[in-house]
């Protein structure tokens, strides 16, 4: 079957450096997106992930191994408004989107 | 940017009523759009994929006949949630996905429709 596991809930410091896994098993793999969703909100595009390696967007990183089927999401510099679930997909063979069951980031003061 | 507008935000109507959700790419045409429902602290559920001109694709577990989809233009479509249930309330996110750079685009939400029925 096809599988994305990432932690349910994780909390930081603010200004402190979170990390947030992704691991994955699907059938196929066309790449991997992460998405932030504050609490009633529709999720926003953070960063896509396609080859392996690290892509790098401000205050926000993607790594992505595709041999581990393995992901992080890395959040420098934490800020209140981070507190958000953050969700990881993979698009897979059929290019329709897996969807983790999200992340839920808790910054503290 | 891309933008989905979803229309309307939130919703309450009786139980037994059909509410009709509509979702419009403003600034790009749209061949598939995207319905997703999601739970309190759940991750979003694909329902359907919807196919402009074209059935929907529903997902295994989602009644078409009652989630009926309508993609009748490139740039909206609709979903009716009929006969609505209380356990149909629920967060309703359409998206769609711009069709230049198709494998890394990533997918535009709209702001997602709060039903609740009473």
């Known amino acids: 079957g096809q599988n994305i596991d990432q932690p349910t809930e994780m909390t930081a410091t603010e200004g402190a450096i979170v990390q947030i896994n992704c691991t994955y098993q699907t059938s196929g793999f066309n790449g991997l997106f992460w998405y932030q969703q504050h609490a009633g909100e529709a999720p926003t595009f953070l960063s896509y992930n396609v080859l392996d390696g690290l892509e790098e967007k401000g205050r926000f990183s993607s790594f992505l191994s595709r041999s581990k089927g393995y992901s992080y999401l890395l959040l420098k510099e934490l800020q209140m408004k981070d507190s958000a679930s953050y969700l990881c997909?993979?698009?897979?063979?059929?290019?329709?989107?897996?969807w983790g069951a999200g992340t839920k980031l808790i910054i503290k003061p | 940017g891309a933008v989905v507008s979803q229309h309307p935000s939130w919703v309450i109507c009786k139980s037994g009523t059909s509410v009709k959700i509509e979702c419009r790419s403003l600034?790009?045409?749209?061949?598939?759009m995207f319905w997703y429902r999601q739970f309190p602290k759940q991750s979003l559920m694909l329902m359907a994929t919807s196919n402009e001109g074209s059935k929907a694709t529903y997902e295994q577990g989602v009644e078409k006949d009652k989630f009926l989809i309508n993609h009748a233009s490139l740039t909206l479509s609709t979903l009716t949630v009929t006969s609505a249930h209380p356990e149909d309330s629920s967060f309703y996110i359409c998206?769609?996905?711009?069709?230049?750079?198709?494998?890394?685009?990533?997918?535009?939400f709209g702001n997602g429709t709060r039903l609740t029925v009473t």
């Open positions: 997909a993979v698009r897979g063979s059929n290019y329709q989107l897996i």
């Open positions: 600034d790009f045409q749209a061949t598939t």
């Open positions: 998206s769609a996905k711009p069709p230049l750079r198709a494998g890394n685009s990533p997918l535009h």
